[in-house]
């Protein structure tokens, strides 16, 4: 059973910052590679920011120059958001795509919770 722990949202004024967690905890043979979602009411959920298990990241346009996003070891990602406008107020997912240490060969999706961040003004 694998587990996607999430912390780290709240609410923050414009401008600032919040860093968010995420640990993944199971029987994991690999990860491939743990992405930070986000969605809004009444929007489609879209990518946030992809970090691959060499290190290779990938960022929405609308956060490249803001948003940072690294890994502590291979069970742990963190996305730092800085510089935060009210268009970042969503529900953030932690996604990780791995294998089972009891599967190897399948790759499967596991998403965390979600975790709010909202942006006041």
């Known amino acids: 059973q694998v587990q996607l722990v999430e912390s780290g949202g709240g609410l923050v004024q414009a401008g600032g910052s919040l860093r968010l967690s995420c640990a993944a905890s199971g029987i994991i043979f690999s990860i491939d590679e743990m992405s930070w979602y986000r969605q809004a009411p009444g929007k489609q959920r879209e990518l946030v920011a992809r970090?691959?298990?060499?290190?290779?990241t990938k960022y929405a346009d609308s956060v490249k120059d803001r948003f940072t996003i690294s890994r502590d070891n291979g069970r742990t990602v963190q996305l730092q958001m800085n510089s935060l406008k009210q268009e970042d107020t969503a529900v953030y997912y932690c996604n990780a795509v791995l294998q089972l240490a009891t599967q190897r060969g399948y790759h499967f999706n596991y998403w965390g919770q979600g975790t709010q961040v909202t942006v006041s003004s």
């Open positions: 970090i691959t298990s060499g290190g290779i």
